[in-house]
DNA sequence: AGTGGCAGAATTGTCCGACAATCCGATTAT
DNA sequence: ATAATCGGATTGTCGGACAATTCTGCCACT
């Protein structure tokens, strides 16, 4: 039953700025890599004052659609990093308090299918990162801020692997509300560091076989170990 | 192998005001509902000049970490709506060029698993809310344009219904994304508004008798066929 | 020709002050 | 108690200003 009447919100100028702007860009007239006029021009163009335009601006700055390559003065217009988007992402729903197991069936639904993805079209590059961090994980699972930061990198090269954008950029805000929890389970349940190793071992060798049935089989197995490892981790709170 | 030396960046006071800002509110020092000081007041606290301020309180704004109630002048904390955030996540994918076959897989990653778990613990508002958006379908079927829309409710209930809102706002890019393509699809090829309305109607059953095993095949099943009707309709180009 | 250096123009980050429109809150009138 | 009113507070926008940095075109030099 939708309201006869919408509200209408008047949008403040360095809104409708804003989008102007976000049009041009999305419908590819401002085309990536492209300068942005300066912002004496822009003012002078749309007729407002300059702080209006920066208002503008720095809107779509945090949309990721504009940004600087480092040392240079004037913005152009880029591409969203995963990274960036991702992060406003799980920002969002860290806020909205998803707990252990929420994030646990979006990760048992993603991460094996990746995985499975991956062994089917991961290039020798991805595979070696994949590799590397695994490696990584050995090497420093002493460190418990370095281990997780390895299985954090693990996932990420997993999803980079799938060739599969909307999957990776699906997956990436998981990990950072893995991270926090990872830590304490980490820190908790001795056998934990044992098993991702054991785990990441074996997905690491199904992708390189391009076994994408194991890859995913072993990815499930992984994911519900971190259930298990967080169910026998709060039983010792 | 990371860099050795990582690059300064000096970030302007903008940045750096945002980010104690958003510290504040994620932190929860600054709480959900709470008015933001005056523009004038932080500008005295932070000892910078109210452009400044206004600069840094836009990203929040953009982020959905600040937003005002309807007819309000000052700026609240806000949680950032799953809407917000996700257009945001779909524009970037959008940028990026992801095909088609991209987004199914991602589809076909989520959708499943959201339908099962709907199934499993739906409210009654819920269920209501999805049979309405398929009833919407049923009737509009004639318009495009709204039966587009219908389904992309639909796809939203499911995910909503499920009561994972990690598994909701993964699954939220995704609508805005089909959307054009459905649209095409929808119009070329002849047979599928009746198999898509048939499916919604599986799947709203199996959902209603808290069947999770049908409803996760039934949409298995529903999202195939948007891939064999993407395929048809590229054939007839 | 290509390289390096330099001065001046352009651009950004920040500041100051100002003003209309609107919202908020308290006071007053009914 | 409710309604009307009035002044203060707040936001949106404007104009101008200036230091610091980057960009650019030009010139000299190898």
Not at 29 to 33: D, H, M, V, Y
């Given at each position: 039953m939708a309201d006869l009447f919408v509200p209408l919100d008047d949008h403040p100028a360095y809104r409708q700025i804003a989008n102007v702007i976000e049009q041009r860009i999305v419908g590819r007239?401002?085309?990536?890599?492209d300068p942005l006029p300066s912002e004496t021009d822009l003012a002078r163009q749309f007729g407002v004052n300059r702080s209006t335009i920066r208002e503008a601006i720095r809107e779509l700055e945090t949309h990721g659609l504009l940004g600087r390559v480092r040392g240079e003065k004037r913005l152009r217009v880029t591409r969203p990093e995963p990274r960036r988007v991702s992060s406003g992402v799980s920002r969002a729903l860290a806020l909205h308090d998803v707990t252990f197991l929420e994030l646990w069936e979006a990760m048992m639904a993603i991460e094996p299918v990746a995985a499975q993805y991956a062994a089917a079209r991961r290039t020798p590059a991805q595979l070696q990162a994949l590799v590397r961090a695994g490696a990584r994980f050995k090497r420093e699972v002493a460190d418990t801020t370095a281990a997780v930061a390895a299985v954090v990198d693990f996932f990420t090269a997993v999803a980079a692997a799938s060739g599969n954008q909307v999957l990776a950029l699906s997956q990436a805000p998981l990990n950072l509300l893995l991270a926090p929890t990872l830590t304490r389970m980490i820190d908790r349940v001795p056998q934990a560091r044992a098993r991702i190793q054991a785990a990441q071992d074996k997905i690491a060798h199904a992708i390189k076989l391009r076994r994408s049935e194991q890859a995913r089989i072993w990815m499930e197995k992984h994911i519900r170990d971190f259930k298990r490892g967080h169910e026998l981790e709060s039983m010792k709170c």
């Open positions: 007239s401002l085309r990536t890599g």
